[in-house]
């Protein structure tokens, strides 16, 4: 027994009187084969990552090490070279060459190695044929 009072059942103008009939059965979705090998997917994913990865390193790495030798080697980061140039400063000017270093590499590297394995499964997926 419910403590709640038990409402009547109105219906709304849009509402029908009588139930909606059931929906016939349908059948099972056919089994779509997927395009490529899931090894290619792996490999294409894993050479995505360490493309990620090696640019990454490269220009936050070079900048994490001006950064620490920043704090803790003020005497080295002050020390003349030539001409009223600093390690500091040297070491900073050189941030945009070896940011410009990580995008080339990382430009070539997905020419040579992801893109070849990206377009191969982009024909696969064209033909729709599986490996």
């Given at each position: 027994?419910?403590?709640y009072?038990?409402?009547p059942?109105?219906l709304?103008?849009?509402?029908?009187s009588?139930?909606?009939?059931?929906?016939?059965?349908?059948p099972?979705?056919?089994?779509?084969?997927v395009p490529?090998?899931?090894?290619d997917?792996?490999?294409?994913?894993?050479a995505?990552?360490r493309?990620?990865?090696?640019?990454?390193?490269?220009?936050?790495g070079?900048?994490?090490?001006?950064?620490i030798?920043?704090?803790?080697?003020?005497g080295?980061?002050?020390s003349?070279?030539?001409?009223?140039?600093?390690?500091?400063l040297?070491?900073?000017?050189?941030?945009?060459?070896?940011?410009?270093?990580?995008?080339?590499v990382y430009e070539?590297?997905?020419?040579?190695?992801?893109?070849?394995?990206?377009?191969?499964?982009r024909?696969?997926?064209?033909?729709?044929?599986?490996?």
């Amino acid at each position: 027994m419910s403590h709640y009072p038990q409402y009547p059942q109105y219906l709304y103008p849009w509402q029908s009187s009588r139930p909606a009939p059931p929906l016939p059965p349908q059948p099972a979705p056919a089994r779509q084969t997927v395009p490529g090998h899931h090894g290619d997917l792996r490999r294409l994913r894993a050479a995505y990552r360490r493309l990620r990865r090696v640019a990454t390193l490269t220009a936050l790495g070079y900048f994490t090490l001006f950064l620490i030798l920043s704090g803790f080697a003020p005497g080295l980061m002050g020390s003349e070279l030539a001409g009223g140039l600093n390690t500091g400063l040297l070491l900073g000017l050189c941030q945009l060459p070896v940011t410009l270093v990580a995008i080339a590499v990382y430009e070539q590297s997905a020419r040579h190695r992801v893109d070849p394995l990206a377009e191969h499964l982009r024909g696969q997926a064209r033909t729709g044929r599986t490996q």
